[in-house]
């Protein structure tokens, strides 16, 4: 952390700023980064001028285009992407429901692939979306199979809030719930996330038998009722053995 350059820190300071805010004035920007309004002009020259920032005639700014090239690239080079999104297309034909791969980032996870449904009402989940480790069932089945001693050391430090109204709080519950993930093999949550809504989710393991990824479908929550959970179950779990063997791994579905 100390070896980080300060101006490149600056830089991204302001970028980060776009992640929760579509447009943004030089004078939004410094309010909300707290850097000197000189200093917050000067480097929107220059992102602007390399393509990073776009300003537009009212003098707002937002996301270059260079950013688009970029996260394509990233895309499109996440083998894992490539090798899940036919066994990934065959689970959504069956079930009819949206379909995510997500990774983990740090303490949280991060949505890189989505496969809608036509439903006239649609989840608000997209690709890049964050949600923390211990929220919804692709988080937390990739925090169930985390390296024992990582999992035990982040749910030691992390404090848990609620994202929604059937989020875990409680880490006696939470605990529970992931070694209940890791006996069974998937996790299963209700309006953790987002009230209403329900997902299922799967973990994907490479040829060494590591978690890297999770398969989940997700959708209201009408849509997973004691009677529908069983064959859900089955179809997303057999998925995601399927990708995991495509991947390397060789152990037991």
Avoid: C, W
């Avoid at 899940?84 to 429901?97: F, H, N, S, V, W």
């Avoid at 299963?188 to 989940?216: C, K, M, V």
């Amino acid at each position: 952390m100390q070896n980080k350059n300060k101006t490149v820190v600056r830089f991204m300071d302001l970028l980060n700023l776009f992640l929760n805010h579509m447009k943004l004035n030089i004078n939004e920007m410094v309010q909300l980064s707290g850097i000197p309004k000189t200093s917050v002009h000067r480097m929107i020259g220059s992102l602007e001028e390399m393509g990073f920032l776009h300003k537009d005639k009212d003098g707002r700014y937002s996301l270059g285009l260079l950013f688009l090239q970029f996260g394509n690239l990233v895309a499109e080079r996440l083998d894992i992407r490539h090798i899940a999104l036919e066994g990934m297309q065959k689970l959504r034909d069956e079930i009819g429901e949206a379909v995510h791969l997500v990774l983990r980032d740090g303490n949280e996870s991060i949505y890189i692939e989505k496969l809608d449904t036509d439903h006239p009402v649609r989840l608000f989940t997209k690709i890049g979306k964050k949600a923390p480790l211990y929220a919804g069932a692709s988080s937390r089945i990739i925090l169930a199979f985390m390296p024992e001693q990582e999992r035990e050391a982040y749910l030691k430090e992390v404090e848990l809030k609620p994202v929604a109204s059937g989020t875990i709080i409680s880490k006696e519950e939470l605990s529970a719930s992931l070694a209940l993930s890791r006996q069974t093999g998937y996790s299963f949550s209700r309006s953790e996330l987002e009230n209403y809504t329900a997902e299922l989710s799967a973990p994907l393991f490479d040829h060494s038998g590591q978690i890297i990824a999770a398969l989940s479908i997700a959708g209201l929550e009408v849509h997973f009722g004691e009677e529908q959970l069983p064959n859900l179950i089955q179809k997303v779990t057999s998925a995601a053995h399927e990708i995991s063997r495509k991947l390397g791994y060789i152990g037991q579905g």
